[in-house]
């Protein structure tokens, strides 16, 4: 659920925030037994033997008794009441979903952390069935999901929405701020619809961006508009059915320290009469690189910010939105101004209120650590590029999103690996040319990709993995990017320490050495004019994959500055008073 209204015509219904009927379809004794390493795979003459239990939606299969360490299909049932054109939102089913209505299969998709949707024509006024289907198996069709640094949950994770649509609706409205004249924000906006139909169709359309109007009359729509190819299940793909630039008088930029947003609605209109909206909320604001400087609306940024995983003991990725405010109070408390969202799209509900709160956001797709041979598998790059576009045409409008980023620690230093970043780096770039685009390396001198990027990104662990200091580190990145000219930004930053394990010796895990390190890292980062800033590894402790823990103690990860509970490891303050003590802008 968005935090504000997106339809004052367009009859929507939430379906999430209850409970649904869960069924495993896989072999429910192995569900319910805690797996042995060797162990995860189920019969297949089992399949579909399991009882069916209540379970809320969003919710991760994890957090079901019994199914801890459950991997495979999950049926999630409900029913609701319409009839006519219906469509079914969801933000987020992983890995893997497919939704059915009455039985009949209406989208699929895979990608745990971007939305998908399927559109059921002339349902008779009634009861219906929705069933989603959610997999959440490691397998080579999953390309970007195997056991990793952090755990990859099951199930329907984020919400879903019901909407009744006629036959031609909007889909998406993108707003770009693109300068600041003395009469207003000059933008442009363009407005994309979808037509079920098989008839192409005509409409007038009629807009308002904060108290501006605008209008189109006569618009032809194809019947071929329902066929997007590979973005047929994207909520917000459509056709683009209007684009045009205007002057916005009267608004106030969005800043960090006045997170101004505005409404820009649209309406579909047939003789005069509107039969389908679409509300977003948008702020003014501009990001450019200049040499070594991000700059927002002009002003050179610092960053002071944290990587957040969609984690928590309770919840696993299904964070209800008052545990994901209370994330961002802990960030704005110990001074942060910016989340990197590692290492996947975000939930739309955590997005809306960083613009609310004016934190920073570099959203980046999901890939995390994969080897030449992993970013090999024949669908990976057609996978990459889904998310990618499905990411983008969603989360366009947020103010806060700054910098989109790309596979994080993946193969920068070889040749194949150099052709996937080009790829997705261009793709990026002719989905959306506002914003600055990065990705996030530990290969420091083989990496051969940084030309490519607008900011260079760096993940460097000195004082924990590595020997030298941080100044060191950066002195010696710095003189090998120079002539390249771009900001340069620590994207990684961080030390392990298990809570509650004090040691007057300072040993390994302890908080306070996790306290010491963060010192030095921060103040060296910080005193290092030539860096925009740094992402603390990380926000919040997250348990990972089996296949990690023996590196990590508890079977988490343990470098957060708050453990997996959110409480406050030694470290918290030594954060909270070098981030409180730096502004938000560099100086020059
Ligand atoms: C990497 C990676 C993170 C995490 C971190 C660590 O830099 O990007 O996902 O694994 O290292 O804790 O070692």
């Known amino acids: 659920m968005r935090g504000f209204q997106q339809h004052k015509i367009r009859k929507i219904k939430e379906l999430s925030?209850?409970?649904?009927?869960?069924?495993?379809?896989?072999?429910?004794?192995?569900?319910?037994?805690?797996?042995?390493?060797?162990?995860?795979?189920?019969?297949?003459?089992?399949?579909?033997?399991?009882?069916?239990?209540?379970?809320?939606?969003?919710?991760?299969?994890?957090?079901?008794?019994?199914?801890?360490?459950?991997?495979?299909?999950?049926?999630?049932?409900?029913?609701?009441?319409?009839?006519?054109?219906?469509?079914?939102?969801?933000?987020?089913?992983?890995?893997?979903?497919e939704i059915f209505v009455d039985g009949?299969?209406?989208?699929?998709?895979?990608?745990?952390?971007?939305?998908?949707?399927?559109?059921?024509?002339?349902?008779?006024?009634?009861?219906?069935?929705?069933?989603?289907i959610a997999d959440n198996s490691f397998a080579a069709e999953y390309?970007?999901?195997?056991?990793?640094?952090?755990?990859?949950?099951?199930?329907?994770?984020?919400?879903?929405?019901l909407e009744e649509v006629p036959p031609l609706f909007l889909s998406c409205i993108h707003v770009t701020p693109l300068t600041k004249t003395k009469d207003g924000w000059r933008i442009r906006i363009e407005v994309f619809c979808r037509n079920l139909s098989e008839e192409s169709?005509?409409?007038?359309?009629?807009?308002?961006?904060?108290?501006?109007?605008?209008?189109?009359?006569?618009?032809?729509?194809?019947?071929a508009a329902a066929d997007l190819g590979e973005e047929n299940f994207s909520p917000?793909?459509?056709?683009?059915?209007?684009?045009?630039?205007?002057?916005?008088?009267?608004?106030?930029?969005?800043?960090?320290?006045?997170?101004?947003?505005?409404?820009?609605?649209?309406?579909?209109?047939?003789?005069?009469?509107?039969?389908?909206?679409?509300?977003?909320?948008?702020?003014?604001?501009?990001?450019?690189?200049?040499?070594?400087?991000?700059l927002l609306n002009g002003k050179a940024?610092?960053?002071?910010?944290?990587c957040r995983h969609e984690d928590h003991p309770q919840y696993g990725c299904a964070l209800p939105e008052s545990a994901m405010a209370a994330d961002l109070q802990l960030i704005r408390d110990m001074g942060g101004n910016s989340v990197r969202t590692v290492h996947y799209p975000n939930d739309e509900a955590f997005l809306d209120m960083?613009?609310?709160?004016?934190?920073?956001?570099?959203?980046?797709?999901?890939?995390?650590?994969?080897?030449?041979?992993?970013?090999?598998?024949?669908?990976?790059?057609?996978?990459?590029?889904?998310?990618?576009?499905?990411?983008?045409?969603?989360?366009?409008?947020?103010?806060?999103?700054?910098?989109?980023?790309?596979?994080?620690?993946?193969?920068?230093?070889?040749?194949?690996?150099?052709?996937?970043?080009?790829?997705?780096?261009?793709?990026?770039?002719?989905?959306?040319?506002?914003?600055?685009?990065?990705?996030?390396?530990?290969?420091?001198?083989?990496?051969?990709?940084?030309?490519l990027p607008d900011i260079c990104s760096w993940n460097m662990y000195p004082y924990w993995y590595e020997q030298d200091t941080a100044t060191e580190r950066l002195n010696e990145l710095c003189t090998w990017l120079k002539p390249l000219q771009k900001p340069l930004l620590v994207s990684e930053i961080g030390a392990g320490a298990v809570y509650g394990f004090r040691s007057r010796g300072h040993e390994i895990w302890s908080e306070e050495l996790q306290a010491d390190i963060l010192r030095n890292q921060l103040r060296e980062t910080a005193e290092f004019e030539a860096c925009s800033g740094s992402y603390i590894w990380q926000f919040a402790d997250v348990k990972v994959s089996r296949e990690w823990a023996l590196r990590r103690p508890k079977s988490r990860n343990n470098k957060g500055i708050v453990d997996e509970y959110r409480r406050p490891k030694m470290a918290y303050e030594v954060v909270k008073e070098i981030y409180s003590g730096l502004g938000n802008y560099r100086e020059g």
């Not at 495993?24 to 189920?42: I, Q, S």
């Not at 949950?153 to 929405?161: A, I, P, W």
């Not at 608004?251 to 977003?280: M, Q, R, T």
């Open 104 to 132: 009949k299969k209406l989208a699929k998709h895979y990608g745990s952390y971007t939305a998908f949707s399927g559109c059921a024509t002339d349902l008779k006024p009634g009861v219906h069935l929705l069933e989603i």
């Open 354 to 451: 960083c613009d609310e709160m004016g934190i920073l956001v570099w959203e980046e797709n999901h890939a995390r650590g994969m080897s030449e041979e992993q970013m090999r598998n024949p669908l990976f790059e057609a996978q990459c590029e889904v998310i990618i576009r499905e990411m983008i045409w969603a989360h366009y409008n947020h103010p806060s999103i700054y910098v989109w980023g790309i596979l994080n620690e993946c193969s920068s230093d070889t040749e194949y690996g150099r052709s996937c970043y080009n790829a997705q780096l261009s793709l990026i770039r002719k989905l959306d040319q506002s914003r600055p685009c990065t990705y996030a390396s530990c290969k420091f001198q083989t990496d051969i990709c940084q030309d």
């Open 143 to 161: 390309s970007l999901d195997f056991p990793n640094d952090y755990y990859s949950y099951g199930g329907v994770t984020r919400d879903v929405m």
């Open 301 to 306: 940024l610092r960053i002071k910010g944290f």
């Open 17 to 97: 925030g209850r409970l649904w009927d869960f069924t495993a379809l896989e072999n429910e004794e192995e569900g319910e037994k805690p797996l042995g390493p060797d162990k995860g795979r189920f019969l297949e003459q089992d399949r579909g033997k399991s009882k069916s239990k209540k379970m809320f939606v969003p919710g991760c299969v994890e957090n079901c008794p019994g199914y801890e360490n459950y991997r495979g299909k999950t049926s999630w049932r409900t029913q609701f009441e319409a009839q006519g054109n219906v469509r079914i939102v969801c933000e987020g089913v992983s890995h893997f979903g």
């Open 236 to 294: 917000y793909a459509g056709n683009l059915i209007y684009s045009e630039e205007l002057t916005i008088a009267n608004v106030e930029s969005w800043s960090l320290e006045n997170p101004a947003l505005y409404k820009a609605s649209v309406e579909l209109v047939k003789n005069g009469e509107a039969f389908d909206d679409l509300i977003e909320r948008i702020g003014f604001r501009t990001v450019r690189v200049d040499g070594n400087h991000i």
């Open 201 to 223: 169709q005509f409409t007038d359309l009629r807009g308002e961006i904060a108290g501006t109007v605008f209008s189109a009359q006569h618009i032809l729509v194809p019947a």
